[in-house]
């Protein structure tokens, strides 16, 4: 059976399954952020994207930021820099508790990737989780985290190109994909179209009925809450609320601003 992580308890449930995104290497910020949030359970963050890709981040702080994470009882996920086996391995062995990779193309993409994130005989992961489950407070070393793992670990593709979006029906019907996660930043930039603009919109639609017609979860990044609760009222089952550098920037240009008597600075573009 799968493991009874954050993330899974989560999409099993009516609400959307709400993170956030960490690009700084520090278990500082990722526990601050989850310790504030921790007091209700219905305002508790269940996962937190930790991003290898284009954060500050390198399988060096893969360990102790899993452990972070897992020990506010929330699911680190870790975005690998690309869709290769020894990321993977390196991610799932420190104790991520799923793996997202980037730009997912086609459906051989997303059967590469369930085969790299799985044991055999499902896939071609090496074994040798000495760490992975020290994240799991409920998984043991051995048999129980060993009969589990194939099903427990969450495998996440991004949807972010013209070709992953005229592909994302089959896409989301490979066998072992959880969820299809859309990059609206990277997907605007492939198809060379304005984001939020028509074009932009209809491929992110057109990414949630494929991942609600094959029975999988849909999920999005988002950029603040006003942003994110326009997709929670769409669909989305898991969505990424904001950045800890767009909240630490914010937050401290904020308080500059009142501490001065002057206005806030206008709307943050990007991250």
């Given at each position: 059976?799968?493991?009874n992580?954050a993330i899974?308890?989560a999409?099993?449930?009516p ?7 960490l690009t700084l290497?520090s278990?500082?910020?990722?526990k601050?952020i ?10 508790r ?6 991003d290898?890709e284009?954060?500050l981040i390198s399988?060096t702080?893969y ?9 506010e009882?929330a699911?680190?996920?870790?975005r690998?820099?690309w869709g290769?086996e020894w990321?993977?391995k390196?991610a799932l062995d420190?104790?991520?508790h ?5 730009m ?5 993409d997303a ?5 790299y ?5 499902l896939?071609?992961r ?6 992975a489950?020290h994240?799991f407070?409920e998984?043991m070393?051995g048999?129980?985290?060993d ?8 495998v996440?593709v991004?949807i972010?190109?013209?070709?992953g979006?005229e592909?994302v029906?089959?896409i ?17 930039k492939q198809m ?5 603009g028509p ?7 057109r ?16 950029t603040?809450g006003e942003?994110?609760r326009?997709?929670?009222?769409q669909?989305?089952?898991m969505?990424s ?5 767009a909240?630490?920037g914010d937050?401290m ?9 002057t ?8 991250y």
């Amino acid at each position: 059976m799968p493991f009874n992580t954050a993330i899974r308890t989560a999409l099993k449930g009516p609400s959307v399954a709400w993170g956030f995104w960490l690009t700084l290497p520090s278990a500082a910020v990722a526990k601050t952020i989850l310790h504030r949030s921790s007091a209700s359970p219905a305002d508790r963050f269940s996962w937190v994207l930790v991003d290898a890709e284009h954060g500050l981040i390198s399988d060096t702080n893969y360990y102790e930021l899993n452990n972070a994470v897992g020990s506010e009882r929330a699911s680190p996920i870790i975005r690998v820099p690309w869709g290769e086996e020894w990321m993977i391995k390196r991610a799932l062995d420190a104790g991520a508790h799923g793996i997202m990779t980037p730009m997912c193309h086609s459906e051989a993409d997303a059967a590469r990737i369930v085969s790299y994130a799985k044991y055999p005989p499902l896939g071609t992961r090496g074994y040798g989780p000495m760490f992975a489950t020290h994240s799991f407070p409920e998984v043991m070393p051995g048999s129980d985290h060993d009969d589990n793992a194939n099903e427990g670990v969450m495998v996440v593709v991004q949807i972010e190109s013209q070709s992953g979006v005229e592909n994302v029906e089959k896409i989301a019907k490979v066998d072992g994909i959880d969820v299809l996660f859309i990059g609206p930043f990277d997907l605007a930039k492939q198809m060379g179209v304005q984001r939020g603009g028509p074009e932009h919109e209809a491929a992110i639609q057109r990414t949630l009925a494929a991942a609600n017609a094959a029975g999988k979860k849909a999920a999005i990044f988002c950029t603040s809450g006003e942003d994110a609760r326009v997709r929670a009222e769409q669909g989305f089952h898991m969505i990424s609320v904001i950045t800890d550098v767009a909240v630490i920037g914010d937050g401290m240009q904020k308080e500059l601003a009142t501490a001065k008597g002057t206005a806030a600075a206008g709307k943050r573009e990007g991250y």
